[in-house]
């Protein structure tokens, strides 16, 4: 009898599992926010982005230059500035305030001031000066301006320190110059571009952000249906938390798993970003980090009061998490405090994974630490949001016995008025 009545329970409760998972599924097809988070961006919003990074490289950014040495050796830093494939001297400015103006208009994407006493101090034995603007709105503009300023600087400090140190011989002057000789060479970003270097994490960032935006939306206009902005309806399917959370979230992951798929394989393969992960690394990482943000995003979910709420919760947190992942922010520098705050966050592994498993070949032994972590954040957040969800069921059941109490009085008064007027 005890073995029938547990396998009722059972069977009910994957009939109410499988009912929360359509419902959940029809209101994400109908919700156009959530379709817009869900399917939209994680489609367009990546392609978007890595085309604008696609070239990896930029070449002849238009600089503004203001010379206010005047001097052979000024005007030597410009000749082999302009020389450089990847900038153009467009303008020469008499002042910085022409090419702030030059800026401000787009002409320009950078300024290299060279100050009156840039020749004097060099001749004087003592250090000069160059400075550089860039325009930070295009890393790669930003990029080539810089570094073609650093490596035109580094060939002139070599030319100064040949003439000042009395050799004899091309020999020793190529010794005194470079006295390690060595070749630079890329690794796992072999075109050192842009996209290589920051699409990876930005694609796994996407799965977090979207995650959470979308099941934000769906908790939002579930309170905003609700005539007491529970976020649990009262209906008898709703009736025990596990087939709640896991209803919901099997939604959420038939979904994801289609984007996942779509974001880590697809995406670089159609832009030529550096991918060569093993298939099954890729799954076994993909797998935690999905369900990790899903239970993450369910946990946030019941923090939501309104749809508005999870963009001013969510949106501005995107680029700190891709700093705080490690990518373009040495994870050795980031201080303990902010360590912490990033182990919150699912994307922090994830995207600390992917990169070594798509970028540099990396075998799932090799990121065991974020696999592990991914698999403890997914049961973290799974028990806290079956513990948040119990609280919004209890509430729910509260506020239902309230409406009943209330019907009851109202039923009680009605007789009694009903009484008095057959008395009367």
Not at 74 to 103: G, H, M, W
Not at 197 to 213: D, E, K, N, R
Not at 273 to 280: E, G, K, L
Not at 326 to 347: K, N
Request: one cysteine or more.
């Amino acid at each position: 009898m005890a073995i029938s009545r547990y396998i009722q329970r059972v069977r009910e409760g994957i009939h109410d599992m499988c009912y929360i998972w359509a419902k959940e599924m029809k209101a994400t097809v109908q919700d156009e926010g959530v379709l817009i988070f869900f399917i939209l961006v994680p489609m367009l919003y990546p392609l978007l982005y890595s085309w604008a990074y696609n070239n990896e490289v930029v070449h002849d950014v238009p600089v503004a230059i203001v010379d206010m040495s005047h001097s052979h050796l000024s005007r030597q830093f410009i000749r082999q500035y302009d020389a450089s494939p990847d900038t153009k001297v467009a303008y020469y400015c008499n002042n910085l305030e022409e090419a702030k103006e030059l800026v401000g208009r787009q002409v320009v994407r950078g300024v290299v001031l060279i100050p009156a006493d840039f020749d004097r101090n060099i001749n004087r034995m003592q250090q000069g000066h160059i400075a550089v603007y860039c325009d930070m709105s295009f890393m790669m503009a930003y990029k080539a301006v810089y570094q073609t300023a650093m490596a035109v600087s580094s060939n002139i400090n070599k030319d100064i320190q040949i003439k000042v140190s009395g050799n004899y011989t091309n020999r020793e002057d190529q010794i005194s110059t470079q006295p390690l000789a060595f070749d630079e060479v890329p690794i796992f970003n072999p075109t050192g571009g842009y996209g290589n270097f920051i699409i990876p994490g930005v694609l796994i960032l996407i799965i977090q952000q979207t995650l959470v935006l979308g099941i934000g939306l769906s908790a939002g206009t579930a309170r905003e249906n609700n005539r007491h902005r529970d976020l649990v309806p009262m209906s008898r399917h709703y009736n025990g938390i596990f087939r709640i959370v896991l209803g919901k979230s099997m939604c959420y992951f038939m979904v994801y798993a289609i984007i996942a798929a779509y974001l880590t394989l697809v995406v670089p393969r159609l832009f030529h970003f550096t991918a060569i992960p093993h298939r099954s690394a890729l799954f076994g990482l993909m797998l935690p980090y999905v369900l990790a943000c899903i239970f993450f995003g369910m946990f946030i979910s019941c923090m939501v009061r309104f749809r508005e709420n999870v963009m001013l919760l969510i949106v501005f947190m995107s680029v700190p998490l891709l700093f705080l992942s490690g990518v373009s922010w040495p994870q050795s520098a980031i201080p303990g405090a902010w360590r912490s705050v990033a182990a919150l966050f699912p994307s922090t592994f994830g995207v600390r994974g992917y990169v070594r498993l798509s970028s540099m070949g990396a075998s799932l032994e090799d990121v065991k630490t974020e696999y592990l972590v991914l698999w403890a954040q997914s049961l973290i957040y799974f028990f806290l949001t079956c513990a948040v969800y119990s609280y919004q069921l209890h509430q729910a059941r509260t506020h239902a016995l309230s409406e009943i109490d209330k019907m009851k009085e109202r039923i009680q008064k009605a007789r009694q008025k009903l009484k008095s007027r057959v008395k009367s």
